[in-house]
């Protein structure tokens, strides 16, 4: 498996928002691509990764097969005129890049918001569709695990996930302190737009059940609420749904204020009502705030959250990427050394041949209690002489050298006619 892994990407770096909606892929898609992979080109480790940012094909293979997948899976998504939407994707045709990128995506390097929390669990679930489908071997194996390792390193070693780095998450983040983490708030989202739908995915993300939405538009209302399980409320019933919410974030686009005043005459504030406006212009009157029981907080007070967070993850990214460097290597190391595991084995089983040939010939003069001292002593030799070509031939792979020994061990011992058996690695 070594220097055959590749990948395909579309992400918020090379392709606007409208563009990635048309490739994005749901689980079902996902999964028919990569049995429509597998059946095209016997592709046995594969991963798919497909969030609202991003969609990404990695796989093991010889020959590179990057614009062929990028061509499928365009076309499985029914855009049949490939030639436009090449340009869109990035390639990685080299195996080191390729690794590296797939650590840098899982921790949080090239997130929209840099250090997002979200894409560890979006990567996991990746990782079990390939799993679901046996199209993960021990490559694939343990890379992931070796990045979800790495994961939990950054996570415990840098403040590179600490504080709310989006608007829209700095928001949601607002309430558990307006509120009390262990409340669950009446919230009214009102606007459905990119920062509002954002809103939403992060109240889901919160475990927050008692979340209504009203938009102009209902279409858009209605696939939102069906998506998370929300409550969608007639846009004609806003005063109404604002007296039964606790929480209102807006995010509408407009000249004028939405909130105001006058739209709130009929509210009686018995307890405090917050509201948190995102929009620019702003779509909640100033002037609100002069109700009793009414707090306002608008796009400034918010950002200035979101933005000592996101200066904080910034600083950390150095620490970040060490730790990647350093993980990347570790993980090299390892992959390397596949190429030398069909060897060792080779040669354990030939030795292991060697002493049961030898033992045999004995043991009818043994006793039962002599041959199991026999047999342990025989065993514990063979592990002291095999630890040292073991050894040398991991050493050799570091170096770049490994073909040479194998070819040596392959010569004294007549490995070729050996069986590999890759289930007894004691080594």
Known sequence: MLDTFKTISVSHKTAPLQVRELIALNEDEAKRLMLRLRDFFGLADLLVISTCNRTEVYYAFDQDLNVEIARLLLIEKGLTDTDNYLPYFQFFGAHDEAVRHLFEVCVGLHSQVVGDMQIPNQVKQSYQWSADLDMAGPFLHRLMHTIFFTNKRVTQETPFRDGAASVSYAAVELIDELIGENQNPTVLVIGLGEIGADVCKNLEARKLTNITLCNRTVAKAEALADQYGFRMADFANLTDEIRRADVIISSVMRDDPLITPELLKDVNVLTFKYFIDLSVPRSVDAAVEQIPGVLVYNIDNIRNRADEALNQRLAAI??????????????????????????????????????????????????????????????????????????????ACKRGEAETLIDVLNDLFDLEKQPVDEQKHSY
Do not use: C, Y
């Open 318 to 395: 150095p620490q970040v990427e060490a730790i990647v460097t350093q993980a990347v290597a570790e993980f090299g190391d390892w992959s390397k050394e596949m190429v030398v595991s069909p060897t060792i084995n080779k040669l354990k089983n030939a030795l292991e041949q060697i002493r049961r040939d030898e033992i045999a010939r004995h043991m009818k003069h043994l006793t039962p209690d002599e041959s199991e001292k026999v047999d342990k002593i025989t065993r514990g030799i063979m592990q002291k002489i095999i630890k040292l070509p073991v050894l040398q031939l991991k050493a």
